[in-house]
């Protein structure tokens, strides 16, 4: 056999092989970046609990902020709405004010004209003209600064507005994105998959978890002292999964540090609607930069993110949300539309959900007297589970918790005997996780450990919903209790 | 002023500006993979359209394969179980057996009791397992071959499944997919998104647009000799937007090479439901490859893609879809699980019409008599439409144009004069984009160039649908009859 003597300059480049063990959707051969992503709200415990349903056993998913899976009902007339728009032929039948309440059939008659008729026709990228129209005047409304349609893209659910905005600005692993530690994994994720880095700036638990500026500055110093280029900076307001509400003067400090450092602002705004409190109504991101007028009204760039699945709809099922820009570049503003074009467009139920969600009928009228003595029924609940919850958890052995002023979740530190960390070590978890999976297995309640948010080294946390409905919250009190006198029983120093 | 003077060694790295012009989101400061992505469907063609409809012109959108925004009625079966489903309390009203079938009511029931009762609560992320057994059920019928459940996701639409094979496969600017030319540009943009590259193997238009092996193995070994590692083959069957159905000679000779190079197959079968002859029925590749047998069966990594947007459902707007993964990597699988998780879950309404899709109801009893009637019509109506428009374009002066055996587009062949070509020139455009927007210009017909899929170099095409309703589509054909006499009086050499 002649052996071909190549010289390096003829030979072909090298090519990679495409497989290992014969496969190649090896993880070893996959996009390490994706392979690197961790996503814990549906992570070890979620897999965990699985299992134990498959078994028979009972399990609450507090996991998620999921809030019909918990018993919440979706609002009546919202549904009404949406069942004429998906079987428009209802609209012409003799019967159909036997079954609809007249304003149902006119709103959803108004919104089908909207879509030309079509709700399985592909919309335009950003959802439909009137239903950003809708959103505008809602955002007009609740700030007192007028919004601008052409700022405004439907999504499904507010994630994909998120992915946007963070595909759009992380370029390689030199560039960073400031978020709040503790921060709802879909950041870390996203980040992670584009191959960005995560610059945590982490909340102040001592201060209700505020965000404390100079800690800002200095994890902002750090990045750049790495040779970051530190692009946007991300918060959550409502805050996921710490609960706390930011006040006006909190995020007047974050806008001009945005303006002064040149940083685009990703406001998480997805919890406005759950407010818990009365001392610190929410304020939006928005209005603060509009009342501080210039130069932060014209200059800082800012994305609003909003969602069906949260507030008094819960509608986490029907995938609908928007993304206000503001003070973009024309020309990214274009390539965004293009990215949104890609995914052709979002779902036309979610669409007709946002529109629903930011403009509900009006109190007077039966259908609306309806509407909103469900509405308020179910904010008052959840306002009342706020205070179990934290309460709650006040009362426990050896854990602090903050007062959930809005969102869906407590976020309690857990002061953790030093055995029950070496247990945990032994068991090779972290503590938290080892924590949960340990009340995961005793009462079937499924949480998610601090470490899948991220926390102070050394400080341990879990993250629950309160979203049990109220005649089982107290049934939720007390296998927590239970469980946890037996595991400091067991554990105690 | 004293000037400290840094060693190297000392100085932190370098940190990018932020801004362009002041702007974050200044196109030249973002990831530049997504500004280089090109999206021709809603392109320039698509743009001009839209100023021309506010301008109050008549536009007739045949750019993208959208059913019902050109007439299609959805199947009113379908959207009666989807109205129950999402208002669930009509279920319990005196007056429901007055206004839904019987059968659409016990349907509804089931699929409800599939989600738990709850069609506003996040799903797992591969959508609820009634509905993947559901699919599983379908796909083991068609093929004669048993499919698992486990194997099955589902997806906001088709497009959503292709994205998470591709992020999965693409790891860096070395890697490859081989792509179909002219294809779907979901491909090209979403590979350009992701930094990979799009190797191109030409389909062979001389032979109705089937995929040449020689050219195939030619392309692989272009790519290989300029160092890429190639992952996988992607494809599509019936062709968008070549329209051909590939025969199962013609697949196995796919899966035998995929199985030879060591490469995933990516299989689009979107518009599987979508055939308009009788010679060539459509075949899953997933067929072709169980029925070839040992080493392929069992060994051949296949994704399938589908959707209930395409087919006789054209159900574009509530974004379903599902992929099935074959042979994969358990530890692959579970990555693309998790990468699914952090999209929380399909929207439930798109879940259900894929249930809907594979599950149909039965043609004895009312409801599945009128569902059928429906169905058969519509798909008779396409059969006729395919050769009208086919038919029509072979009529034209230079131009040639292959029988849509099967999806929803005639691609025909612009034989264009060389003085249109030079007029082309001297407007700065591509010749097919030129007579697309001088198409669009004359008659409000909304068409995409060849540009925008792909072609062999010096050829030129244009893409539009058949989707035209039968009651316009003789007026659809005078005008572009006409249009097409004029440019050639023009321009004829």
Known sequence: MVREVVTEAQAPPATRPNMKDGKVTHPDMMNANLVKAEYAVRGELYNRAQD??????????????????????????????????????????SQVANMFP??????AKKLLAGFGGRMGAYTDARGIQPIREEVAAFITARDGHAADPENIFLTDGASVGVKFALQALIRDASDGILCPIPQYPLYSATITMLGGQLVPYYLDEAADWDINLESLRAALADARARGLTVRAMAFINPGNPTGQVLDAANLADIVKFAHEEGLMLLADEVYQANIYQDDKPFVSARKVMYDLGEPYASSVELASFHTVSKGILGECGLRGGYVEWLNLHPGGLAEL????????????????????????????????????????????????????????????????????????????????????VEAA?????????????????????????????????????????????????????????????????????
Chains 1, 2 share one sequence.
């Open 102 to 107: 007249a304003e149902a059939i006119a709103r």
């Open 337 to 420: 539309y293009k990215t949104a074009s890609i995914n052709l467009c979002p779902n036309t139920v979610g669409q007709a959900t946002v529109s629903l969600m930011v403009n509900p009928p009006p109190r007077d009228g039966a259908a609306g007297a309806a509407y909103w003595a469900q509405h308020d029924e179910s904010l008052a609940s959840l306002r009342r589970r706020a205070h179990v919850m934290t309460d709650a958890f006040n009362g426990l052995e050896g854990v602090t918790c903050n007062f959930t002023e809005g969102a869906m979740y407590s976020f309690p530190r857990l002061h953790l005997p030093a055995r029950a």
């Open 425 to 493: 070590k032994a068991a090779g978890k972290a503590p938290d996780t080892f924590y949960c999976l340990e009340l995961l297995q005793a009462t079937g309640i499924v949480t998610v450990p601090g470490t899948g948010f991220g926390q102070v080294p050394g400080t341990f946390h879990l993250r629950t919903t309160i979203l049990p409905q109220e005649d089982v919250i107290s049934h939720f009190v007390d296998k927590l209790r239970a469980f946890h006198e037996e595991f400091m029983a067991k554990y105690r120093d």
């Open 52 to 93: 134990l349903a498959k078994e028979g056993k009972e399990v609450i998913y507090t996991n998620v902020g999921n809030p019909q899976n918990l018993g919440q009902q979706p609002l009546t007339f919202n549904r009404e709405v949406l069942a004429l728009l998906l079987a428009p032929q209802l609209l012409e039948h």
